[in-house]
């Protein structure tokens, strides 16, 4: 939806906006580190906090834990990558720590959570790179995030809370002889993203709400285009319903699978049947699949 039909709909993915994130992005967009071929997410946290009705305990109200939470993860890997789709995804995952043993009500019928809470997941990208996800929620007592990009000359690390960003630029290696002592040090640097404090007191992820926000205001005051597409939004959810189904199926998942699924044109049952940890409920394709009914209608109101 463009600026021609005076609204905007803006998917709201806030992990672009933190600011270690934002200054990692422009090292990666400047072409700094090179031709890029690898970029690894790690998310080290705490278990996810009750919510509403417990509506975050189960995967057939969020799609599960690689798409409620994950679609974040994967559309910044995509924004990395500067819009590359996924191609094929590997997970795997399962729920090892948390939630077992607890029991809610749901309708009347007693019900345990079955949403994972560790994975790897690995995802091949049509410009020939490659993502890889690494969580734990179970880990530590803090939302801790890292994010490595790796180019054809260097590589950029982002790290939040500390909202540290660390370039290094390797030098020509020797057949024979490694690098001499402190020779990483030599050529590696480090800068702090300033966050003001009161974003800080105001919530998690270092003021990325309140920069996308900006963002959003911005664009509709302006006339400008959405940053973050619906097109975005689906490519995320579908990345995290193909995790979920990796696992729930243990094999490789292709992305042409997902988006037939999506688009219509596939088997209606595929990933959408099950529950249990990481069953790949037919929420979140369902939801990506509203939004692209969307995309073929006429405008929309303006979200966030």
Same mark, same amino acid.
């Given at each position: 939806?463009?600026?021609?039909?005076?609204?905007?709909?803006?998917?709201?993915?806030?992990?672009?906006?933190?600011?270690?994130?934002?200054?990692?992005?422009?090292?990666?967009?400047?072409?700094?580190?090179?031709?890029?071929?690898?970029?690894?997410?790690?998310?080290?946290?705490?278990?996810?906090?009750?919510?509403?009705?417990?509506?975050?305990?189960?995967?057939?109200?969020?799609?599960?834990?690689?798409?409620?939470?994950?679609?974040?993860?994967?559309?910044?890997?995509?924004?990395?990558?500067?819009?590359?789709?996924?191609?094929?995804?590997?997970?795997?995952?399962?729920?090892?720590?948390?939630?077992?043993?607890?029991?809610?009500?749901?309708?009347?019928?007693?019900?345990?959570?079955?949403?994972?809470?560790?994975?790897?997941?690995?995802?091949?990208?049509?410009?020939?790179?490659?993502?890889?996800?690494?969580?734990?929620?179970?880990?530590?007592?803090?939302?801790?995030?890292?994010?490595?990009?790796?180019?054809?000359?260097?590589?950029?690390?982002?790290?939040?809370?500390?909202?540290?960003?660390?370039?290094?630029?390797?030098?020509?290696?020797?057949?024979?002889?490694?690098?001499?002592?402190? #020779?990483?040090?030599?050529?590696?640097?480090?800068?702090?993203?300033?966050?003001?404090?009161?974003?800080?007191?105001?919530?998690?992820?270092?003021?990325?709400?309140?920069?996308?926000?900006?963002?959003?205001?911005?664009?509709? #005051?302006?006339?400008?285009?959405?940053?973050?597409?619906?097109?975005?939004?689906?490519?995320?959810?579908?990345?995290?319903?193909?995790?979920?189904?990796?696992?729930?199926?243990?094999?490789?998942?292709?992305?042409?699978?997902?988006?037939?699924?999506?688009?219509?044109?596939?088997?209606?049952?595929?990933?959408?049947?099950?529950?249990?940890?990481?069953?790949?409920?037919?929420?979140?394709?369902?939801?990506?699949?509203?939004?692209?009914?969307?995309?073929?209608?006429?405008?929309?109101?303006?979200?966030?």
């Amino acid at each position: 939806m463009g600026p021609e039909t005076g609204r905007i709909f803006w998917v709201g993915m806030e992990y672009r906006y933190m600011p270690p994130i934002a200054r990692l992005l422009e090292h990666v967009d400047n072409g700094e580190i090179g031709k890029l071929h690898m970029v690894h997410i790690r998310e080290h946290r705490f278990p996810f906090l009750l919510k509403v009705g417990n509506w975050n305990r189960f995967s057939e109200n969020t799609g599960g834990t690689l798409v409620e939470k994950c679609c974040h993860f994967w559309d910044l890997m995509r924004r990395i990558l500067q819009g590359a789709k996924a191609v094929r995804v590997y997970a795997t995952g399962g729920m090892d720590v948390n939630h077992i043993g607890e029991t809610y009500e749901v309708n009347g019928v007693k019900k345990r959570p079955d949403i994972i809470d560790n994975a790897f997941v690995s995802i091949d990208f049509d410009n020939g790179a490659r993502g890889c996800l690494d969580l734990c929620m179970f880990a530590e007592d803090r939302q801790h995030e890292e994010v490595h990009v790796v180019g054809s000359k260097g590589k950029v690390h982002a790290e939040a809370p500390a909202c540290v960003v660390t370039m290094h630029m390797p030098q020509p290696a020797s057949s024979r002889v490694p690098p001499a002592k402190g #020779q990483y040090e030599q050529h590696t640097t480090s800068e702090n993203t300033e966050v003001p404090q009161a974003l800080l007191e105001a919530g998690h992820h270092e003021g990325a709400t309140f920069y996308e926000l900006e963002a959003f205001v911005n664009a509709v #005051q302006s006339g400008g285009s959405a940053v973050v597409t619906i097109e975005d939004g689906i490519e995320a959810v579908a990345m995290g319903v193909a995790a979920e189904l990796s696992i729930k199926e243990k094999r490789v998942v292709d992305m042409q699978e997902v988006m037939a699924l999506i688009d219509g044109t596939g088997p209606a049952s595929a990933g959408a049947a099950g529950s249990g940890p990481a069953s790949a409920s037919a929420t979140g394709s369902e939801a990506a699949e509203e939004h692209a009914a969307k995309r073929h209608k006429g405008p929309v109101p303006s979200k966030l």
